[in-house]
């Protein structure tokens, strides 16, 4: 395995993984080797049978500044540019098409890229004073990608108003809005957000495969095609073992027994 910079990968614990974004002295930006680091354990996890979630979060005082603008300052042609946002979008579609659900657990800012990972994420919760930005537009650089993952989340005139703006938003706000999914005291988020971490690890890790898959999908299709896609799914979804196993088990008021399969 590649050297991990800037990142920790803790051990798999009754299915939940974490990645921990360990930069703080730069706000846990998202650096070219913060974002290689992530591609490379997004990719293990992809392939760890023992990890049916993942959950995201920071060290220090915040979850994520976005990219490092002392790095992006340093970069001096086109090339360099493109390819640290290349890879930045790489890693979001990597979530998106991640097989694991993935939850970002955010506390103090998430700003810029660090707004665009959490809006990447299938879930996210955070602390009750957590800010949520996309203040690329204060220092001439609209936030264009960050906007992506941010405008599939939010309805556009939220959106649009956090991009011309650069104004950030308090937890309850981005709540309101479907930025996040909830938020919690500091002392109760852990244990809100592991209470959802171990229903979704309960699960059949090949049904979580199917549904995330399927649910990025469909949201892109006409409504008719839509329905066409998803019949298929679930028709294949009822040939899999696990779907028999589940019924047979609800039926028989037991607990399943997933294979996987």
Sequence with gaps: MKKLKNIKLVDVKNGVSRIILNDPKTYNSLSI???????????????????????????????????????????????????????????????????????????????????????SCDLAYSTNDSIFATPGVNIGLFCSTPMVALSRKVNRKKSMKMLLTGDPI????????????????????????????????????????????AFYKQIEMPLEIAYKYTSKIMTENMMSEDAKEGIAAFLQKKNPIWKGK
Excluded: R
């Design 170 to 213: 308090k937890a309850n706000f981005a709540k309101e809005i479907g930025l996040i999914n909830d938020c919690f005291s500091s002392s109760k988020l852990e244990k809100e957000i592991m209470k959802v971490a171990n229903t979704i690890s309960s699960k059949s890790n090949l049904v979580l495969k199917i549904g995330k898959e």
């Design 33 to 119: 080797d913060t974002i290689n680091s992530l591609i490379t354990v997004f990719k293990i996890l992809n392939q760890d049978k023992k990890s049916k979630v993942i959950i995201i979060e920071g060290a220090g005082k915040g979850f994520s500044a976005g990219h490092n603008l002392k790095e992006i300052q340093s970069l001096k042609n086109k090339s360099s540019y493109q390819k640290l946002f290349n890879q930045c979008s790489k890693l979001m579609l990597q979530i998106t098409n991640h097989k694991k659900p993935i939850i970002a657990k955010v506390h103090g800012a998430a700003f810029a890229a660090g707004c665009q990972l959490v809006a």
